[in-house]
């Protein structure tokens, strides 16, 4: 079933991380940032699975269960904290809320 | 057939990857960010991880983007008018993505990761329980002790603080 090399997967895995990277890195919407960090962690667990399907083990296909789990706590957290911040603040631009700057 | 169905979740992924990034209005984004998981979640497919695809799709495009969808409309924060970009931002982001191209292009020039699969199927699902309760049981034990921690700490960070003074 598998036709393309994994060199094709790691590309793919490292083109996804590098749009996620790019917005954290730009974007000023916490929520938008928020999505950007969960493509990242998608395209660790997409380079992970293909590592572990061309190496003939599963090690990697669990490793996966476990990003997935603490993923899915990070969102729970972050979000929290997001709705506790735009309560206090009003804001979730990143560009304001920089009290800790001054 | 195999490979028109990787270019087509591959395009798929990457395409609703950079509309999550560039869409200026966060539910089109938590919208894309969803199909994107879609053509994860086909890749996984491809790679013999049928498992994985299923779970992907539920905890990902199931709970996360719905979490994501309802804190959007709770918020309604759909953001002022945008502001050009701080020198720092720019110098990091040149900085960056040079430093992403080399890694790509090393990988490409040095590494030789053209095997050839080894086993004809992926893992089935007993190996994933044989695996996660004989060499991976205290991981397992350790992230259930988190997810409950995760699940205390929504809960305080949820609830409305009456003493506490505003940090302004």
Redesign the interface.
Known sequence: ????????????S??????????V????????I???L??ML?AA??AL??F?????T??G??F???I??????????G??????L????Q???V?ELN?LKK | MGSFLFNFFALLTVICAVGTVVNKNAVNAAMCFLLALVGVSGLFVLLDAYLLAFVLLLVYAGAVVALFLFIVMLLDAQGGPRRPFKPVTIAASTISLALLAMGVLTIYERSHLTAAPATPAGPTLKEYAYQLFSTYLLPVQIVGFLLLIAMLGVIVLAKKHEGLEDIK
Not at chain 1, 68 to 77: F, G, P, Y
């Open positions: 079933m598998i036709t393309p090399t994994l060199e094709v997967y790691i590309l793919l490292a083109l996804l991380f590098a749009i996620g990277f790019f917005g890195l730009l974007r000023r919407n916490t929520l938008v928020f999505m950007g969960e493509l998608v667990t997409l699975v293909a572990s399907r061309y190496n003939g599963s090690d296909n669990v996966v269960f476990f997935l789990t603490v993923a899915a706590a990070e969102v729970a957290v979000l929290a904290i997001i709705v506790a735009f309560r206090k603040r804001t979730i631009q560009d009290a």
